[in-house]
Each structure stands twice: as structure tokens, then as C-alpha cells.
């Protein structure tokens, strides 16, 4: 099931308007540099000699973003997919 799940969503990606496929790519690619960014400050944390404590909230925070992109991009996807003309 999750195979042909899989499928569905590839294939309905690629009809989706141009403008709508790079939208959802450049929240991935900014999901993906939040996350890099989470990982070397929290590893950042640790190597520094004063206080990790800021370090390890930022880091924590940055983790939490891509939660929020991903979701905004789905509503923000579905509204464009809407709007286009047919």
C-alpha cells in the first residue's frame, strides 16, 4: 500500500504548474538547510568553552522549523494548484 501510495504522489507531482513543483522544492531545500544548520550548531554546542545553553536552544528551534515550512508549503501548494487557469 504505501508503494502505491508513493506512486500516486509522484505522479501528481508531476502535473502539477511549474510555479507550484518549485515552490514545494525550495521549502524542501530550506527544511533541509534548517535542519544541517540544527545539527552543526548543536554539534557547536558542545566544542565552545563558555556557555552551549543558546547554542543548544537555537539548535533546537532550527530542528522544530521544517515542521512549520512543510506545512505552510502544503497550504500554500493546495492554494496554488487551486488558483491556476485550467
Do not use: W
Not at 508503494?3 to 518549485?22: C, P, S, V
Not at 552543526?40 to 547554542?55: E, I, K, M, Q
Request: proline content about 5%; aromatic content about 6%.
Amino acid at each position: 500500500m504505501p508503494m502505491q501510495t508513493l506512486r500516486a504522489l509522484f505522479r501528481y507531482i508531476k502535473q502539477m504548474h511549474r510555479a507550484t513543483y518549485l515552490f514545494l522544492k525550495a521549502s524542501i531545500i530550506v527544511s533541509c538547510i534548517c535542519l544541517i544548520a540544527a545539527t552543526a550548531l548543536h554539534l557547536a554546542a558542545y566544542r565552545t568553552d563558555g556557555n552551549p545553553l543558546t547554542l543548544i536552544h537555537l539548535a533546537d528551534e532550527l530542528g522544530q522549523m521544517p515542521q512549520a515550512i512543510f506545512l505552510l508549503a502544503a497550504i500554500g501548494s493546495a492554494c496554488m494548484e487551486d488558483m491556476r487557469p485550467h
